[in-house]
Each structure stands twice: as structure tokens, then as C-alpha cells.
């Protein structure tokens, strides 16, 4: 119940509720009158006892005053939550978590370790100079107890000042992408708990932009597709400078519509429209935009690269230089040890050898002079042909032909201009007339490392791949005096390109980060949370953005926390993922007191720097929608569904069953009810364990079993059975498909009758807590109605639909046929029990049919051979669907097979028990 729900049915009773906690007051006027919220006699306070404002409490000599949860928490002097279960508790209002148990315990999660480079942001740290330049206050840093990691912002996610997890975002985002990390293992948590005032009534939650996989970002490691990254460091960006650092988060979700496309000869972006880009204007001010959008003025420029001053390398120019020759024109012998190391095979064959060949008088003489330098002895002779030969072993501290990707981050702006200049004199030269040098080498990883080198020392650059009669090689081309694009140069500002699929970003605390597309790289850009708390209005942020299902996962860990609230604002972004999610959480936390928020900007951050007006965004609230349902609608509410429809037909969607030969056949939707009926004894429960068991292993469906005729652990015992495609797994299996389904498939802990609003109580709890799809009830006959209690029967199936209809879920009723005729045949609709006033309001009908004259006839054959067969080519098993309302509609049979061993059913007599977990050899024994 929520505060408000709670202070209705209190105000039913408003008097003696006042008498409870003000003893001292007196009743005068329709009102209860008292000193003060202490208890003091007086007239100060008064308490409505009737009418429309019944609970409705003011102390007019201190100005307090609300409904009568405030006056608990007012006389009493405790929190929101404690006076909302002391209200219960007066009540006598139970909190039933009903009987829903899941297969296993709920998975353990760990609580994160604070790291000791986690500190309160200093006065003018990079993170505190970042989040000001956002238009947060210190104020609200200290609100949310944001703290410090170097160049990365660390938000605590707390719940009743418990540390639940950590997320780092780093402040610098080349291409202004975010670089997010989260600590591994620890439970979903919304953000912000520990700034939402202990009285407030209401919330509003937030959405914490992006790439497709392809695009890169840099890591001290190398460019990574954002498909492929994890975790680890990345390049931000942040006023001219870049640094290696964690971000505060992986972001990866659904994307479908179009994206925008950027180009020039050397610039490459393309991103989701809302996307934040990073411009520089005319006074040299970075500032952020949507891609959609273009920059303020097409003067501006974009920034493409940064200087990165890294701890330095420990070694000397001269072996930096050394590395660098050894790389572009060494070739390297592990078979000496040295110019004087003895015969060859005497010598470790890891000992590497280096060996010089050149013509160019400069080379030899920079080589010996570096050498010389670093102290390293080496051979000198001239060779045939005008060569000149230099060889040494080489020392450790020398990485080899690939250059090392530690450089990038390690090297200090000094040692980064010098390899800039020292490569051109080994595998690069400059060109002439130009600010302009040029890299080239067969390998693609050197040419990716020097065009890195490049756009962390200030220079834009491109790699070219080059092929010719003698071989291919990469060149990388270094503007020494270019570090932006022009709008004006871009092409594509119109053009959208298709996508469908997941877009990927990092979120770093600078908010830009460094990404490379199709070889060419760039700077773009990325805490509604706190900006919506500073503006006055509470709010949470969503973990893992926009998007249903497994991103909204948080709602199963602060759905007891979120009862609190009389409304629950969504200000989520305005794409498909954002409504996705918003339709998610209405489903789950409940349409009656959910509003969606349109904001005058794309997000809460937006609203913040862009100063919009208090009065605009107070507008907003004002005037949020109502998910209330409304009875009387417009067509064009159903648009978009119909839309859907046609692209998605509804014979394409739903659960399909575990056969390849019924995928067109029929299948399972939201909002629908399938009753199964079928002889006692003739499977139909079991039947129906199967399918639920294929399809939470295979498809990842989530299944609510209400089964009290049979006990859970029977029940369990014959899916994972099923499961296993044995008739005995071993302890150790059994538990790894108990894993397979754990959070997928929950029981209803109840044997014998059940209570029809009970059930379905825990149902709705089951769907919006735990996101379940799929109901299963065996069965009717076990709801407390008589087999002639067709009225009741009648109420029943109205309920269940009902619920299946408001949650979007799918109801499957096993109801008994009735008793007394041939189970040689199949019944049909007509024959279950209740009839018509059942199969009438059921969406799909199932009968299931054991094979009774073929089970007969293969024991008549086992006793005498001479039996002519007549039924053996035929199931075992027969799926007779009587009625499909959606989909194709379809009606017929279907023949299944049984093997008795593990319980499942085939789909063709040649068929075989298969396992649908994976399992090793010790836990097969």
C-alpha cells in the first residue's frame, strides 16, 4: 500500500485515529483540537474528522500540516517508512509476501569494497571542475556523496547508508562518448537514495546515447570495438587534455530507427540522433549537442585529438630510439646470443639477436650513435652491395617489431614528441613543403599504434592501406598543425542511415571520449539524477538505461523500497528504449500511480545547463500524462500497435512450442488464456511441465507454476528430469539445470485448495516484481468450486483472463473433463468441465490424449507376434487444438512421442531424449 492508500482508509476513521496520537486533544467543531504535535492541550492544531478533507491536519502556530501518515511521522517523530508501518501495524494490515518460492536461493549478491583511491573530490579537481561545468553545485556533490577517483567520478549507489555498489564514469570523452565501469557482483540499485528527503511522497526516475559495435575506442591495450569491451581504462578527454581512465559505465541497449551519418575525407561519426556531440566555438568553449541537431553555428569546429601527459617510460631518448629502430628495421635472430655469443647451438633460443642492413649513411650513423648512447655493444661492418651491417642482442627493456601499447599511456608529453620526430627517421619521412610527416609499415598494428601516438600528442592523422607489385603496407599521414574538423567541411548532416540492433557506449566522468570510425578518430561526448534533485525534484537514476526486460531488473530489488511513494514521476529519454522501459516500469510498479513527464529538453541535464525556467519545468509536472486506463479511446491510441502487428505479425510472436514441426502451428502470447484438458492420467499437466521446462532452458522464458494437486519437489523432480533426457540425473546435474532455471521459474507454494485472489494476488506480484510471462494453474478444480458451480466457474475464468489481460501475461488453466465417459477417444471443448462458460472466454483450447488403442495393441503384440498392426505408426501422444482465437488460428493435431525414461515428448518417432543442459562426465556419474 502506498501512503496515500494508507491514509484514505485511515481517514475512514479519522477520530479515533486522532484520539490515538494526540490523547490530550479535545473535538470542537468537526475538528479534533490540540496544542501541538507533542500532545499538548490547546487549539493550534486541528484534525478534519468528516467530510471530503477527513485526516487533513494543520499546526497553524508552526505551519505543519499534510494527511495522517504525516501526522505519525509528526507525533511520533519517526521516518516516512516507519510511520507507514506504524499505520499498519494500527490497521492491522499484513505485508504478505505470499507463497512464491523460486527453484534456488535468489543469487547471492556481494557488497562492493570502497578502493582507497576513492576519495572525496578535491576543491578544484578535474571531476568537481567537470560536474560544475554540468551546472552542478557542490551542494549536490555532497547530496549524493559523489566522490573521486583520479579523472573518474565514482557515484555510490547506497541503500539506509549501506555502500550496494560503485560506478565510475570517466570526465574526459573523446567523440563525447561516456566510459562507464561498475563493480563486478553487486546487486542493481537505483541511484540517489541517499539525497531523496525521508518525507518525500513523491519520485521521479531518470535514464542515466550512442554507437553501433563497430566503433572504436581507445584502451591501453589497443583500439577495441565497443561491441567487444568489457572493462578497463579508456581515453577521455577533457579542456585539450587526454588520460587513460575507468569509466563509470558500460552502456549497451536496444536501438531502432535511424542513425546520423558525419563525413569528410579524414572525419567519420555516425550515432543515434540524440546522441551528445562535442563542438568548440568561436571564443574556444567546448560544449555539447545532439547529433541531430548540428553545432550552434557552422564556424565551429569539432576536436579530433588531446596531449597526454603519462608518468614516462624510465627510459633514456637515446633507448626509446633504439626501440623505435628496432621495430621499423631490425631483423631479429633468436637463435644468438650475440656478435661474439659462440656457436648457435650452445645458446638459449629465446635470446634475441638483432640484425641491420643499410645503405642510408644517416641511419647507420643515428644507429651507432644510440647505441652508444645506451651503452649496448654491437657489430659494425660494411657488406656487399654498399650495405652496412650493425648487430647487437638485444636487452630486455626493447619490446620487439611491435610497438608496445603501454607507450600510449605511459609516455610523458616530452617522450611523446620526440617518437613523433624520431620516427621519421626510420620509418617515416616528412613531406615536403608540408607540416606534414608520413608513417609507414607492413604492420597494421604499428600504423593503429602511431595514429593513437598521433591524436594524443596533438595531431590529427589517417592511415591509408597501400598495395603495390612488391607488397602491401599502412601509412599513416601526421598533420602536425591540424587538431579539429570544421562543420563546415562535413558532409550527411540530412542523412539517416537504417539500423537495427544494439548501440554501445562508455561512460567517462569528463563526458568525452575518444572514438575511431572506420579508421578515422574523433572527440564526442555524456547525471539526471543529481540534476533533477537541484532543480527540486527527488529522483532516482535507472541502472542500466532505457529498455524492458533484464534492464529494468532493478525493480525486483527496490520494489518493497518504492511502495513509499505516492507517485512515481518517469522522466526517461524520449527513443525506443526510453518508452520501452517506461512501459516496462508502469506494468510493474502500477499504472495508478505512475505520471510520465515530457521535459522541455532531451534530458534532465539539458534542462539544467540550458537554464530553463522553473516555471517551464514546473509546467511539465504539472501537466504529466496518467497511465490510468482510459474505457474510451481513439484509433490513433492504436496506431503504433497496429503498426507493430504488420511488421510483426501475430502468428510470428509468442512462445512457440519445443517442436520444429509446430513453429507455425500455434504459440503462446501476452494478454491470452489456453485451457489444457485432457483424461485423468493422460499427461496433460505433464505435458505441460515439459513445454514450460523446454522453454525457460532454451528460450529463456519465465514460468509461475501453481500446481496443488502435485507437491513442488515431485513436480521439480519431473522437469528436471525432463530436462536431463534421463530417468536418473546425477545430485551434481540436477543442480546445474536447477541453475538453468534459476529466476526463471518460481512456484506457488500451495498443495490441495487454493484461494482464487490469493493466487492471483501472487501472480500480479510474481509479473511486476519478477517479470514472469507465464502462468500455470492446475488446476481449476483445486480453486474451491464445485463441479456444478458454474457461476463460480464462470467468475473464475473471468478473473483469470482478467489478469492475464492486465498483466500481459499468458494463463495456462488445466481443467479436468467431465467424469464417467470413453476415454478411448479424445474429448473435445464441449466435455470439460463448466463447458462453454469456460471454453468460451479461453483465447486457445488443448486437449491431450494418451494413444489408449495403440498402448494396447503393442501389448497384444509383445504377446503375440501374429498381430496385424494398425495403430504403431501413429503417436503415442496426441496435441488437439480445438480453438485458437490469435495467430494463424490454426486447429488440428499434433502427434507427439513419449520416451517413458525422461518423461519428454518427441516430435517424430525417430527421434530421440536429448539434454537440454550441458553436463560433464562427473556429473553424469
Not at 572504436?216 to 587526454?242: C, F, H
Not at 608529453?413 to 613531406?431: C, H, M, P, T, Y
Request: hydrophobic residues 35%.
Amino acid at each position: 500500500m502506498t501512503p496515500a492508500e494508507l491514509s484514505r482508509i485511515l481517514a475512514n476513521d479519522a477520530e479515533r485515529v486522532a484520539r490515538t496520537l494526540l490523547p490530550n486533544g479535545k473535538k470542537a467543531s468537526g475538528e479534533w483540537k490540540a496544542g501541538n504535535v507533542e500532545g499538548d492541550t490547546g487549539q493550534s492544531l486541528g484534525v478534519v474528522l468528516n467530510g471530503d478533507k477527513a485526516g487533513v491536519w494543520k499546526d497553524f502556530s508552526t505551519g505543519e500540516g499534510g494527511d495522517l501518515i504525516d501526522l505519525f511521522m509528526a507525533v511520533n517523530r519517526v521516518t516516512l517508512a516507519e510511520a507507514i508501518q506504524q499505520a499498519k501495524d494500527y490497521l492491522g494490515v499484513r505485508d504478505d509476501r505470499y507463497r512464491v518460492s523460486t527453484t534456488k536461493p535468489k543469487r547471492e549478491y556481494k557488497r562492493p569494497e570502497r578502493p582507497a583511491s576513492v576519495k572525496k573530490p578535491k576543491p578544484e579537481s578535474p571531476v568537481r571542475d567537470y560536474l560544475r561545468g554540468r551546472g552542478l553545485t557542490d551542494a549536490t556533490l555532497d547530496a549524493f556523496r559523489i566522490a573521486e577517483d583520479g579523472r573518474n567520478i565514482v557515484f555510490p549507489f547506497l541503500r539506509d547508508d549501506e555502500l550496494v555498489f560503485l560506478k565510475w564514469l570517466g570526465v574526459d570523452r573523446p567523440d563525447g562518448k561516456k566510459k562507464i565501469r561498475a563493480s563486478a557482483d553487486c546487486e542493481p540499485c537505483l541511484f540517489g537514495w541517499q539525497a531523496v528527503p525521508p518525507d518525500a511522497r513523491t519520485i521521479t526516475i531518470v535514464e542515466g546515447e550512442c554507437f553501433p559495435g563497430s566503433a572504436e575506442i581507445m584502451t591501453p591495450s589497443g583500439w577495441v570495438a565497443l561491441s567487444d569491451y568489457q572493462t578497463g581504462k579508456v581515453a577521455q578527454y577533457r579542456n585539450g587534455q587526454m588520460e587513460f581512465v575507468s569509466p563509470l559505465a558500460r552502456i549497451q541497449k536496444p536501438f531502432s530507427g535511424h542513425l546520423v551519418r558525419y563525413e569528410s575525407r579524414g572525419y567519420v561519426s555516425e550515432t543515434t540522433p540524440g546522441h551528445r556531440m562535442v563542438s568548440i566555438d568561436h571564443k574556444g568553449n567546448t560544449y555539447k549537442h545532439a547529433a541531430s541537431e548540428g553545432p550552434r553555428n557552422a564556424q565551429n569546429l569539432i576536436p579530433r585529438v588531446g596531449v597526454l601527459n603519462g608518468p614516462g617510460l624510465g627510459l633514456s631518448k637515446a633507448q626509446i630510439a633504439v626501440c623505435l629502430a628496432v621495430s621499423a628495421d631490425a631483423s631479429i635472430d633468436a637463435r644468438k646470443q650475440s656478435y661474439a655469443g659462440g656457436a648457435a647451438r650452445n645458446l638459449a633460443p629465446s635470446h634475441r639477436y638483432a640484425r641491420f642492413g643499410f645503405k642510408k649513411d644517416r641511419k647507420v650513423d643515428r644507429l651507432r650513435s644510440v647505441l652508444r648512447e645506451s651503452g649496448i655493444e654491437f657489430s659494425d661492418n660494411a657488406i656487399a652491395n654498399g650495405y652496412h651491417s650493425i648487430c647487437f642482442s638485444i636487452p630486455e627493456w626493447v619490446p620487439g617489431r611491435e610497438l608496445p601499447w603501454s607507450w600510449i599511456e605511459q609516455a610523458s608529453q616530452e617522450e611523446r614528441e620526440f617518437i613523433i620526430a624520431e620516427l621519421e627517421k626510420w620509418d617515416g619521412n616528412g613531406v615536403a613543403g608540408r607540416n606534414q610527416s608520413e608513417f609507414s609499415s607492413k604492420l597494421k598494428a604499428n600504423a593503429d599504434w602511431v595514429q593513437a601516438l598521433a591524436h594524443t600528442t596533438g595531431r590529427v592523422s589517417t592511415i591509408m592501406h597501400r598495395r603495390n607489385d612488391f607488397g602491401e603496407w599502412y601509412k599513416v599521414s601526421i598533420l602536425h598543425g591540424k587538431q579539429t574538423t570544421s562543420w563546415q567541411r562535413l558532409k550527411g548532416k540530412d542523412e539517416a542511415v537504417p539500423y537495427e540492433g544494439d548501440v554501445f557506449c562508455v561512460q567517462v566522468p569528463s563526458g568525452m571520449l575518444m572514438v575511431r570510425q572506420e579508421g578515422k578518430v574523433t572527440i564526442t561526448g555524456n547525471c539526471d539524477a543529481m540534476s533533477a534533485w537541484q532543480a527540486g525534484y527527488p529522483a532516482l537514476s535507472v541502472p542500466f538505461g532505457g529498455g524492458a526486460g533484464d534492464k529494468q531488473r532493478w525493480i525486483e530489488y527496490e520494489y518493497d523500497r518504492l511502495q513509499r511513494f505516492d507517485e512515481i514521476y518517469l522522466a526517461m529519454d524520449n527513443d525506443t528504449a526510453g518508452q520501452e522501459g517506461v512501459a516496462e516500469i508502469v506494468k510493474r510498479l502500477g499504472r495508478e500511480r505512475c505520471r510520465i513527464v515530457r521535459l522541455p529538453s532531451k534530458d534532465w541535464n539539458d534542462c539544467l545547463t540550458g537554464m530553463i525556467p522553473e516555471a517551464d519545468i514546473a509546467a511539465c509536472y504539472a501537466h504529466a500524462e496518467s497511465m490510468d486506463p482510459e474505457k474510451l479511446v481513439s484509433v490513433d491510441a492504436f496506431a503504433p500497435g497496429l503498426h507493430r502487428l504488420l511488421e510483426n505479425p501475430m502468428e510470428n510472436s509468442g512462445l512457440a512450442l519445443p517442436w520444429d514441426k509446430t513453429e507455425q502451428q500455434i504459440r503462446f502470447r501476452g494478454s491470452e488464456t489456453t485451457i489444457w484438458t485432457g483424461w485423468n492420467g493422460h499427461g496433460k499437466s505433464q505435458l505441460l511441465g515439459f513445454i514450460a521446462v523446454s522453454s525457460i532452458i532454451k528460450s529463456g522464458a519465465s514460468f509461475c507454476v501453481a500446481s496443488m494437486e502435485m507437491k513442488p519437489e515431485i513436480n521439480l523432480l519431473r522437469m528436471v528430469r525432463q530436462a536431463a533426457g534421463i530417468g536418473a540425473p546425477s545430485h551434481a546435474y540436477a543442480d546445474r539445470i536447477l541453475d538453468a532455471m534459476r529466476g526463471r521459474l518460481w512456484i506457488y507454494d500451495q498443495l490441495g485448495s487454493a484461494d482464487l485472489n490469493d493466487m492471483l494476488a501472487a501472480f500480479r506480484y510474481a509479473a511486476r516484481r519478477y517479470g514472469v510471462k507465464h502462468f500455470i494453474v492446475d488446476s481449476l478444480a483445486k480453486l474451491g468450486l464445485g463441479e456444478e458451480d458454474y457461476d463460480g466457474q464462470k467468475r473464475a475464468i473471468n478473473a483469470i483472463t482478467g489478469f492475464a489481460h492486465e498483466m500481459d501475461v499468458h494463463v495456462h488453466l488445466v481443467a479436468h473433463p467431465r467424469k464417467g465417459m470413453d476415454e478411448n477417444r479424445p474429448p473435445n471443448k464441449m466435455d470439460v468441465r463448466g463447458g462453454a462458460s469456460l471454453t468460451d472466454m479461453a483465447d486457445n483450447v488443448v486437449t491431450v490424449w494418451r494413444n489408449k488403442p495403440k498402448e494396447r495393441e503393442t501389448e497384444r503384440m509383445e504377446q503375440d507376434p501374429t498381430v496385424k498392426p494398425e495403430h504403431q505408426d501413429e503417436g503415442d501422444v496426441r496435441m488437439i487444438v480445438s480453438k485458437q482465437r490469435g495467430g494463424t488460428a490454426w486447429e488440428g493435431t499434433i502427434a507427439l512421442w513419449f520416451d517413458r525414461a525422461s518423461f519428454q515428448y518427441l516430435g517424430r518417432e525417430s527421434h530421440r531424449a536429448q539434454p537440454m543442459v550441458a553436463f560433464s562426465a562427473q556429473e553424469a556419474a
